[in-house]
């Protein structure tokens, strides 16, 4: 089912000239309204919207940082100088999780409300939600802006059971008294999901799951995660992903499983560039890079070339359902991402080998660094969870885990394999790197 038509099958060409004059009301919006950006962009020798140019010329403005909005937040508090609209029209203020101490706060009108919940229908419909369908949701509904999800599902017409994190009895049992079909979770979630159904003696196919739609961190469309999870529960699995910055769902996978597309169409301007150099890439086939997010209706607190620090590969075949413009898949954080001796390397990319190493290992890992920052000294330590049945030599297991790193990723790992069960399962995201057997290096070292 196609949510929105008439956008999501829109010529590429056709909606960038769209989001042409939407991208020149924006800028005039923002030197009209925000006192972050004024400056920010003046600062930057762009006078005025006319200065700026239009959205060819994109590349040559300064980019946001998420730094930036915790600053503004800190010296003009609570909402920051990029508050573009007055207090009193904000509907709702969701924040983060202020693991740096101090929250920072994401405020929205009724017109950005309904766009976030515009952006879930058109991705939840994609990974296969319909109306009156039952289903329960694994995020809580505050104050994280993940709980925006349900105006999504209120747009769809889902029955909707919220549960939250926290409470896996109270998920499995709205699940067999309401008979639910539906489940919006974590990839990390849906793997504790099986453990724990197990655990509970608990037959997963019972359960009568049809779709799981995941989010909130990347995974959902590994192989490994994926084939476990829809061979335990004999359902669907489809990815999404989005940002509370700037709307959740601006990604979604459809009915062909090939990557996420962008659901976000008309209302956010996405840019691919290259996160070491900040120089764009184009949007082709097998293209890598970060993420670019530009806002194009938002009234609260729109942002200006977002940096997502989302990693991603790019899918430019054409798509069967009519949907057109690229897919992508994220293959992590550049913020998590190591370099080991030169050679780039994101956790997933480990995780893709143990796909083919499959029942001997569960497929659960986590690189636990020998000193903290990016810059790792070789061999990485990295710990492999065995399969739940693993009868064979460990030793030889080691030894080819370790010749396939190194062959396919040029990187040499300490291999640890441990019993199943052993690495952590997690209700809300799991952490694929470990810092807590690194060296601290204390102040003034060299």
Known sequence: MIYDPETETRPVEEQYEIDKESYRRQVQYLFD???????????????DADAVGGLDDIAKLPFTEKD?????????????????????????VFSTSGTTGVPCYLGLTRKDIDI?????????????????????????????VAGAVYY????????????????????????????????????????????WCQQHDIDTRSLGLTNMIT????????????????????????????????????????????????????FVHVELIDPASGDPIPWEDGAEGELVYTALQRDAMPLLRFRSRDHVVVNMQPNPTGRTGPRIRCIGRTDDMLIVRGVNLFPSAIRS????????????????????????????????ELGEDFSGSAD???GRLKDEIRSRLLVTADIQLVPYGTVPRETYKSKLIDYSDAETVEAGAA
């Open 353 to 384: 080998i143990l796909n083919e190493f499959t029942p001997d290992v569960s497929g659960m890992l986590q690189v636990r660094p020998k000193e903290r920052g990016v810059l790792q000294t070789p061999p990485l330590p990295i710990v492999v």
């Open 152 to 195: 999504g599902f209120d747009q769809i017409g889902c029955t909707v059971i919220p549960v939250g994190t926290g409470n896996t009895e109270r998920l499995v049992t709205a699940i067999q008294k309401l008979k639910a079909t539906g489940i919006s979770c974590t990839p990390s979630y849906g793997l504790y999901l099986i453990d």
């Open 116 to 144: 976030y919940a515009t952006n879930v229908a058109r991705g939840y419909s994609a990974a296969g939600f319909r109306k009156g369908q039952r289903l329960v949701v694994g995020f809580n509904a505050g104050p994280f």
């Open 33 to 47: 309204n925000s006192v972050f950006y004024q400056k920010k962009l003046r600062e930057a020798g762009f006078e």
């Open 396 to 398: 030889e297991l080691k």
């Open 215 to 266: 989010a909130g961190e990347p995974g959902g469309g590994d192989p490994l995660i994926r084939e476990r999870i829809e061979t335990a529960f004999g359902c669907k699995v489809r990815e999404s992903m989005g940002i509370g910055d700037i709307s959740l769902s601006a990604w979604a996978e459809d009915d062909d499983g090939n990557g996420m597309h962008f659901m976000a169409r008309g």
């Open 68 to 92: 930036e909005l915790r600053q503004t937040q800190a010296s003009a508090p609570p909402f920051g100088e990029h508050l573009s609209c007055e207090p009193e029209d904000l509907l709702r």
